[in-house]
C-alpha cells in the first residue's frame, strides 16, 4: 500500500513547499495558508484506490487469463493468454481501519537503544 505521491505542490498541508529559494526566516504567504488549512486536514486515510478488476463475467481479480491452444509441429500445446481488454477496474474502497496518510510529518512512536551493564543491548521506549 503505500503508493506514490503527488506530484502536484500544496496538494497535502503536511508536504514542503519544495522552494529552495526562500530563505528560512522568510515566511510567504502560501506557507501561512496552508497552516491554516492544516488544522481541518486529517492524518488519516478512509478510502483508497483498488488494485482489483471486474472482468465481463463479474469475476474480480488482480489479473485475468484465458487458456488458448496453440498448434506447433502437429503438436497441440495450451498456453495462457493474459486478458486486458474489457476489464472494468473496482475504483475507490473503503478501508476496514484508518490508515495514516504518508506525508505525516509526526514521530508517533520513538525507539532508543540502551546498553546494560553487562553490555546487553535493550530496546528503551518513551511517550
Request: proline share 6%; aromatic share 12%.
Amino acid at each position: 500500500m503505500g503508493g506514490s505521491g503527488s506530484k502536484t505542490k500544496g496538494v497535502w498541508p503536511f508536504s514542503s513547499s519544495g522552494a529552495g529559494g526562500e530563505a528560512p526566516g522568510e515566511v510567504s504567504e502560501q506557507c501561512l495558508a496552508r497552516l491554516r488549512g492544516s488544522k481541518n486536514a486529517t492524518p488519516f486515510v478512509f478510502t483508497r484506490r483498488s488494485s482489483l478488476y471486474f472482468d465481463e463475467d463479474g469475476d474480480l481479480a488482480h489479473e485475468f487469463y484465458e487458456e488458448t491452444v496453440v498448434t506447433k509441429n502437429g503438436r497441440k500445446k495450451a498456453k495462457l493468454k493474459r486478458i486486458q481488454k474489457n476489464l472494468i477496474p473496482q475504483g475507490i474502497i473503503k478501508l476496514d481501519h484508518p490508515r495514516i496518510h504518508f506525508d505525516f510529518p509526526v514521530i508517533l512512536y520513538a525507539v532508543a537503544l540502551c546498553y546494560d551493564s553487562e553490555g546487553v543491548l535493550h530496546p528503551f521506549t518513551w511517550l
